[in-house]
């Protein structure tokens, strides 16, 4: 385990399987560096109730997230076909929607990359984390959770708005509203 996981250093690289709009694919970390801001979500697994409504809220943010250049990445210790599963279930009991979610979950399932970020319990499981890594692949902000706590996405968003704006105006004072 790395000790060298804190804000201000390079985030660990990872490439996994992931899935998006109900494709499998490889993911990279570092093939968003130099394009977009990053907002990596690990979670504990699949179908469980905080993890659903979690990644619900963030696909309503999407867009707004876009508007920040800002890709979401979500990570559990789940494979790539129990992400597929997840993604393919009705999200609510007697509904017709599946999870169309417009970010990738990416699968970790050697939990290499969970223990990488320092997240696996000594139970093998992830706590709930969320960092937010700027465009040179840089960790500017994390918070980790324990397994039952949800996560404010309106905080997510002006922590991400503050982190731009004094990136872009160093000198001076994030103008909080």
Known sequence: ????????????NFLSIGVYKNKLGKIRLSDYRGKKYIILV???ANFTNISITELIRLNDYVLEFKKFS???LAVSIDS?????????????????DELNLDFPLISDVTKKITEEYQLLTDDGLA?????????EGIIQYYT???????RSI????????????LKENPRQIYPRV
């Open 1 to 12: 385990m790395s000790n060298s996981l804190q804000v201000g250093k390079l985030a660990p």
């Open 144 to 150: 980790v959770n324990n397994l039952l706590c949800d």
């Open 70 to 72: 800002t890709q979401i």
């Open 42 to 44: 690990f979670y504990p």
């Open 80 to 96: 790539p076909f129990s992400h597929l599963q997840f993604l393919l279930t009705k999200r609510y009991k007697n509904s017709l």
């Open 127 to 135: 706590c709930p984390a969320l960092f937010i890594i700027d465009k």
């Open 154 to 165: 309106d905080e997510i968003i002006r922590v991400l708005n503050s982190i731009q704006y």
